[in-house]
């Protein structure tokens, strides 16, 4: 069974940095593309960022040059390192794993930007 646990969320002062970690098993982590979303209340959950499995990148618009999303496949993990973190980053980030067709999501961790 396939299993992604995030950890480091937290509260952090606006200029703050935070780093998200996605622990996955059960799956073929080195072939999966992997990604962190985020959810604000009241607000639709959308794409962070994404890494293939060859380590190719992509970022939100809102989120380009202050995060950094990286992978270390012999630890099945990803991570989200978040710089210069500003209120709006303020959400619930989802780990999302693909692969074999097949959607994962983790529970989600609270990040809350605020003074």
């Known amino acids: 069974q396939v299993q992604l646990v995030e950890s480091g969320g937290g509260l952090v002062q606006p200029g703050g940095s935070l780093r998200l970690s996605c622990a996955v098993s059960?799956?073929?982590?080195?072939?999966?593309?992997m990604a962190w979303y985020r959810q604000a209340p009241g607000k639709q959950r959308e794409s962070v960022a994404t890494i293939t499995r060859a380590g190719s990148t992509n970022y939100a618009d809102s989120v380009k040059g202050r995060f950094t999303i990286s992978r270390d496949n012999a630890k099945n993990t990803v991570w989200l390192q978040m710089n210069s973190l500003k209120p709006e980053d303020s959400a619930v980030y989802y780990c999302?794993?693909?692969?074999?067709?097949?959607?994962?999501w983790g529970q989600g961790t609270q990040v809350a930007v605020s003074a």
């Open positions: 999302h794993a693909n692969f074999i067709a097949t959607d994962y």
């Open positions: 059960g799956g073929m982590f080195s072939i999966a593309h």
